[in-house]
């Protein structure tokens, strides 16, 4: 499985930015693509997640409202739909794939990507 995040930038408070992951090397069914996010000196978190058969949605609390998670099957592409981003929504970006028992539960996906940075200023 390879997964290729890309979309990252530079960014005002206040301004949307969309993350894409590109997903290949098998079929991803009965799968959840999830994003997480890990600040500098900070854990790595779990920002959101999609089921990729019905295409059901995950979300932390401190994005909810503001991210959106989509996912485009023909293209095996997952998308993080940014909006309202604030400088506490700086970090690097990452997106998993996996049958997690939990959701947030990071050791659930063994299939990562390389991280998007997103830097957002004040």
């Known amino acids: 499985v390879q997964l290729q995040a890309s979309g990252g930038g530079l960014v005002q408070a206040g301004d949307s930015l969309r993350l894409s992951c590109a997903a290949s090397?098998?079929?991803?069914?009965?799968?959840?693509m999830a994003w997480f996010r890990q600040s500098p000196g900070k854990e790595r978190e779990f920002v959101g997640a999609?089921?990729?058969?019905?295409?059901?949605?995950y979300y932390a609390d401190s994005v909810k409202g503001r991210f959106t998670i989509s996912r485009h099957k023909p293209e095996n592409t997952v998308y993080l739909q940014m909006n309202s981003l604030k400088p506490e929504d700086t970090a690097v970006y990452y997106c998993?794939?996996?049958?997690?028992?939990?959701?947030?539960?990071?050791?659930?996906?063994?299939?990562w990507g390389q991280g998007t940075l997103v830097t957002v200023s004040s």
């Open positions: 999609i089921t990729w058969n019905l295409g059901t949605t």
């Open positions: 998993a794939a996996g049958v997690p028992v939990l959701t947030t539960d990071i050791g659930g996906y063994p299939h």
């Open positions: 090397g098998r079929t991803f069914t009965n799968y959840k």
